[in-house]
């Protein structure tokens, strides 16, 4: 167990991104009051979420791919600090657009393959199966919004 990769960094990200949220929300979108609270109780809801199905796509990952991930807690905290990085990158780099995403994506990607030292050819299909388990629990949660229950 490489205790730096596995507890350290994922902490140093986890601490920084959260406490980091707030403050980047409130200078770049210009928000304060009422409609900043909303927006980081959202950023800070996608956070727990992001990790739960996260953890969710892990598994089905790994069950595809045969990859061993980790433990579910250290794995839970890996992906906390990923998620919460870059939802302030991403609020920091929204205003340059496509190129923005971009960019989260880089971080995105180079977060899970240093946190859990995946091959390339894992790598992509890691984060494409986490981005399959996001989209197909958004349009769910969506659809089941609209229909009124």
Same mark, same amino acid.
Request: aromatic share 8%; hydrophobic share 60%; net charge neutral.
């Given at each position: 167990?490489?205790?730096?990769?596995?507890?350290?960094?994922?902490?140093?990200?986890?601490?920084?991104?959260?406490?980091?949220?707030?403050?980047?929300?409130?200078?770049?979108?210009?928000?304060?009051?009422?409609?900043?609270?909303?927006?980081?109780?959202?950023?800070?809801?996608?956070?727990?979420?992001?990790?739960?199905? +996260?953890? #969710? !796509? $892990?598994?089905? *990952? %790994?069950? =595809?791919?045969?990859v061993?991930?980790? /433990?579910? +807690?250290? #794995? !839970? $905290?890996?992906? *906390? %600090?990923? =998620?919460?990085?870059?939802?302030?990158? /991403?609020?920091?780099?929204?205003?340059?657009?496509?190129? %923005?995403?971009?960019?989260?994506?880089?971080?995105?990607?180079?977060?899970?393959q240093?946190?859990?030292?995946?091959?390339?050819?894992?790598?992509?299909?890691?984060?494409?199966?986490?981005?399959?388990?996001?989209?197909?629990?958004?349009?769910l949660l969506?659809?089941?919004?609209?229909?009124?229950?």
């Amino acid at each position: 167990m490489d205790e730096t990769r596995d507890r350290w960094v994922p902490l140093v990200l986890l601490t920084v991104g959260v406490a980091a949220l707030g403050p980047v929300l409130a200078i770049v979108i210009g928000v304060d009051g009422r409609l900043g609270r909303w927006m980081l109780i959202g950023a800070l809801t996608y956070l727990v979420l992001g990790t739960a199905l +996260g953890i #969710v !796509a $892990l598994l089905i *990952a %790994g069950h =595809f791919l045969g990859v061993n991930y980790g /433990r579910i +807690g250290t #794995v !839970a $905290l890996k992906l *906390a %600090g990923t =998620f919460a990085m870059t939802s302030v990158i /991403r609020v920091l780099v929204a205003p340059v657009g496509c190129m %923005g995403m971009l960019i989260t994506l880089a971080v995105f990607l180079g977060l899970l393959q240093y946190l859990f030292e995946l091959e390339p050819v894992d790598l992509i299909w890691t984060a494409l199966i986490i981005w399959l388990v996001q989209v197909a629990a958004f349009v769910l949660l969506t659809n089941s919004l609209l229909a009124g229950g």
